[in-house]
């Protein structure tokens, strides 16, 4: 349908015609219903049946499969997770933190291996991540990061002369993944509906816009989109990330670039920016800058801001002047979720049968991957090494009512603006940075 394909560069390209599948028919009973056809809901659908392939497994989505940030993001798949090891070994022990990091380190082989069992072309390389320090801030930002990994022995980051590589990253087509997924839950015999609202959920069942679906298990897995939702209203926050894409380039310009097939990539400044080498030699690049809506409203049009897409045009230039006169043929947005404390989670209560996952902060396109086997394992009773990582039963605190959640974002993000031009100016670490940082997740 052209309303999706509209969606972003990914939904343009992706080999899928995109018409909704059928919608809820009526009351239903299934074993497990999954609120969300994104990554999340789609990936704990695949496993549950990979592992019981007589339950019966119905998702819920209220637009199509992969429309909101499963569709769109930037396509690293990767092994970040919200919260660093420093900061997870401080909550949770150090055991704890590296069994977590193993853990996301694995995902990114594990989406692959998948992807190439089930026979969904995602463009999938693993081809790693470079971080550029452009200024002597950022360098020293380097330097603390690969001191941190050397430290806790897991991450094999390499320094270079003016980056770091990380080889834990694989480049995908997202709308491609989260398609293909959708198509390999119904040959396992799950059933996707589209263009069902959910309205409401409780233990037992869910109240949708087309009918009830009683179940023995419900997963919530909404995550930006939480927001919009009378019981997750204010545990998730709705952060818009936006994107450009450019014309596809010349071999010639990216070996003077020096950005290889599979390879993503992006700097130590505060205010996120990420890019990749799309499959057809584009930059698909992306950022954060755009504003936080009042109570966490989530709307196309928050989907488009000029000013965001001319900075971000503007940073791709900065990065890479060999690109400076490429045209950018795509632009969209969306939005993210973000919880209080900057730490994704996972949880299932064997007694309401009700469960989650989410906050991914936008590290979501392997995060999902390790939620759904979680809570696969969580729904079927399987004790497992996934089952005891540190963000199974983790409860973030709710946002601040309005306006202090509109004040404090806002702020924040403006602080984390003027700390990039502060240290670019100054080659010191900026002071707003450090007051800031615990609030924005730096």
């Not at 057809?280 to 928050?302: L, M, Q, V």
């Amino acid at each position: 349908m052209t309303q999706y394909r509209e969606l972003s560069f990914w939904h343009e390209t992706v080999p899928d015609e995109l018409d909704p599948r059928a919608a809820l028919g009526g009351d239903i009973r299934v074993d497990v219903a999954i609120i969300g056809g994104g990554l999340t809901g789609l990936w704990t659908a695949y496993y549950l049946l990979a592992h019981s392939p007589g339950l019966s497994v119905a998702v819920l989505e209220k637009e199509i499969a992969g429309f909101g940030a499963s569709g769109r993001n930037g396509g690293w798949c990767s092994a970040l997770f919200p919260r660093s090891t420093a900061s997870l070994a401080e909550a949770h022990g150090l055991d704890a933190a590296l069994a977590m990091r193993r853990a996301m380190i694995g995902t990114v082989d594990e989406v692959g291996r998948v992807a190439s069992e089930e026979g969904i072309d995602c463009d999938f390389v693993k081809g790693g991540t470079v971080a550029f320090a452009r200024t002597p801030v950022q360098a020293r930002a380097a330097d603390a990061e690969v001191a941190e990994a050397a430290h806790f022995g897991i991450d094999p980051l390499e320094r270079r002369t003016a980056s770091v590589f990380d080889p834990n990253c694989a480049r995908v087509h997202p709308a491609k993944l989260v398609r293909g997924l959708a198509r390999a839950v119904e040959r396992r015999g799950g059933t996707v509906y589209e263009q069902t609202e959910v309205l409401d959920w409780e233990a037992g069942s869910v109240r949708t816009a087309r009918g009830t679906v009683s179940a023995t298990s419900v997963i919530v897995a909404t995550e930006g989109y939480s927001a919009t939702l009378p019981k997750t209203r204010r545990g998730i926050l709705p952060l818009y990330s936006l994107m450009i894409a450019t014309e596809p380039l010349p071999e010639s310009t990216w070996t003077d670039i020096g950005i290889e097939h599979g390879q993503t990539f992006t700097d130590y400044r505060h205010l996120l920016v990420y890019g990749q080498r799309t499959a057809d030699n584009r930059f698909a690049f992306g950022g954060r800058g755009a504003r936080y809506h009042w109570g966490s409203a989530i709307r196309p049009d928050y989907d488009h801001v000029p000013r965001v897409f001319e900075h971000l045009r503007t940073a791709l230039a900065e990065l890479f002047p060999e690109a400076r006169d490429a045209a950018v043929t795509h632009r969209w947005g969306g939005p993210l979720g973000v919880p209080r404390d900057w730490h994704a989670s996972v949880r299932y209560d064997p007694h309401s049968g009700i469960g989650s996952a989410g906050g991914y902060v936008g590290d979501g396109l392997s995060t999902t991957n390790l939620a759904g086997r979680t809570l696969a394992d969580l729904v079927l009773g399987t004790r497992s090494e996934l089952t005891t990582l540190p963000w199974v039963g983790h409860h973030s605190p709710d946002w601040e009512p309005e306006p202090l959640r509109f004040v404090g974002t806002n702020l924040g993000m403006l602080a984390m603006e003027a700390a990039d031009v502060e240290e670019r100016v100054t080659s010191r670490a900026s002071i707003a940075a450090r007051v800031m940082g615990p609030l924005t997740g730096h």
